[in-house]
């Protein structure tokens, strides 16, 4: 029989994807796919990732936490959401922009989102 326990962390991800003033840490537990994203000040998802991929805006559904710093969600409609620490955040897979607000560097955990984030279109 083997041990049901199992711990992990971030420490040691599974897998990072790195880009210009940021990084997302990936983790699997489980059925689960957590990331951890770490955007440094000056970040912008459409320069830092999407032109990367060839995308404008990301189109990724995600539900997170905020640990620290500030970041926002830029909809296509014109809404604009702060996000801060002690959030909990839930962005549909609608286009969107973000990028990190003030001079703090913003962390974030994704518990839905975090396999496919960061990557190009199947």
Same mark, same amino acid.
């Given at each position: 029989? *083997? ?5 992990? %962390?971030? @420490? ?9 003033? $940021? %990084? ?5 537990? $489980? @059925?689960?796919?957590? #990331? ?9 998802? +459409?320069?830092? !990732?999407?032109?990367?991929? $060839?995308? +404008? ?6 539900? #997170?936490?905020?640990? +620290? ?6 909809? !296509?409609?014109?809404? !604009?959401?702060?996000?801060?620490? $002690? @959030? ?7 286009? =969107?922009?973000?990028? !990190?607000? #003030?001079?703090?560097?913003?962390? +974030?955990? =994704?518990?839905? #989102?975090? @396999? *496919? ?6």
């Amino acid at each position: 029989m *083997t041990d049901p326990m199992l711990l992990k %962390r971030f @420490d040691t991800p599974d897998e990072v994807v790195e880009f210009e003033k $940021g %990084r997302f840490e990936i983790v699997r537990i $489980g @059925d689960m796919t957590i #990331g951890r994203a770490t955007y440094r000040p000056g970040w912008k998802w +459409s320069l830092h !990732v999407g032109q990367a991929l $060839g995308q +404008s805006h990301c189109e990724v559904e995600h539900t #997170g936490l905020v640990l +620290s710093g500030c970041a926002t969600a830029a909809f !296509v409609t014109g809404k !604009v959401i702060e996000m801060r620490a $002690g @959030d909990l955040f839930y962005i549909p897979a609608v286009p =969107h922009d973000s990028w !990190v607000v #003030g001079e703090e560097q913003y962390v +974030s955990l =994704h518990f839905l #989102g975090a @396999d *496919t984030y960061a990557r190009e279109a199947e």
